[in-house]
């Protein structure tokens, strides 16, 4: 059930706008308080009356309309919502959002929302498949938005492709899992590193790897989803990071590991999931190396191991470790385990065709003492629901001895 949720339901120009009608109906019998906007293309589609018949609240197309602001004006309506979905997302849309336009009210609301935000494209399969629509939908997921991505089949131009609107059925479903996701770890304490370090060389070279912060991002916004107070470190990435969280940006791995340990006080949770520089560079001059010698020998001091370090605090939080592997996944996991003394470990494939850093999905064998369980591919967003589920119950099963 959606009961006292405030859905704010962007509908934007295309032929896909009477499935928002359907979609309004599906979350106002779930119990949601939805109010809309519309764009002026939408109305073009289906009448804005029809929309607020069905909302039971005025709706608005106009950024500028005096009696709205005079109302209920666009940022009090960003304010308002505890979610904001754009069904249906034109290409249009989809490019203004991700460039920061705000020159009509369903993209000056994208700009004013501080809420999770969902959108569920719509349009031509090859509009779809261009590659400005798929760089702005990569953008907007590096804002963080969830992507409810359009489904397979005959549109309505009569072409076949990728590029229907998800149905109804299928966005009210996502909202439902999403936001009634079990308070498993609700009012307790996590704290999660994500993303790569960088290690100096002179001022303008450094070391890393290719991290993307993807994986512990979307952990971030699990366990937030969970009912945690999250604090997340991280490298620096390209990623937005979640609304509401304690957020530290660090860039070497010597201050991931004073960040950490200037927040693991009260810490109930800990997960590593960044991809830590293992050594750095013993001397970082203030001068750029000049390229006079034809081979240059670097030499590298070990860097502190932030998640073993934190395992064996006095009182450690349940400490939950990544493996990224090569070869021998569960062999090297598991050592990992034992070795750090960590409570469990999710190790994921890396330098393989999918999965791993950069990519949107990925696939975990999660290890404890003496359990196990496989997490399919599949994107990082869920992926990431289903490891905090884990987590939790191997908390709670911990907690409880
Ligand atoms: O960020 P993405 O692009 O989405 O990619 C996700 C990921 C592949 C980076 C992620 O899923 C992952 O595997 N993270 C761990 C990467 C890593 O450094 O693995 P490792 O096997 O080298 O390290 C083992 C564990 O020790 C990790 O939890 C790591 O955070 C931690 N560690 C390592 C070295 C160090 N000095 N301090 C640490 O805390």
Known sequence: MLSQRRILLAVTGGIAVYKSLELLRLLKKQGAEVRVVMTQAATAFVQLLSFQALSGHAVHCELLDTEVEHAMGHIELARWADVFVIAPATANTLAKMAHGLADDLVSTLYLAANCPVYIAPAMNHVMWNHPATQANVKILQNH??????????????????????????????????????????????????????????????????????????ALALAAQKAGANVTLISGVTQLKPPANCNFVQVETAEQMHAAVFENIENCDIFIGTAAVADYRPVVCGGEKIKKNADQLTLTLQKNPD?????????????????????????????????????????????????????????????????????????????????LITLIAERFDAKTKI
């Open 306 to 386: 932030i998640l073993a370090d934190v395992a064996a605090l006095k009182t450690p939080p349940f400490t939950v470790g990544f493996a990224a592997e090569t070869n021998d996944l569960e062999h090297y996991a598991r050592d990992k385990l034992t070795r750090k003394n960590l409570n469990m470990i999710a190790a994921n494939w890396v330098g393989r065709a999918e999965g791993g850093f950069e990519r949107d999905e990925n696939a975990l064998d999660v290890f404890w003492q003496d359990g196990k369980k496989t997490l399919p591919m599949t994107n990082k967003t869920e992926l990431a629901c289903q």
């Open 144 to 217: 963080g938005i969830n992507l409810i991505s359009p489904e397979s089949g005959e549109q309505a131009c009569g072409e076949i492709g990728v590029g229907r609107m998800a149905e109804p059925e299928t966005v009210c479903q996502r909202l439902i899992s999403d936001l009634t996701m079990p308070q498993s770890l609700a009012n307790l304490n996590v704290v999660i590193t994500a993303g790569a370090t960088r290690e100096p060389l002179d001022p303008v070279r450094y070391l890393t790897n290719r991290s993307s912060g993807k994986m512990g991002y």
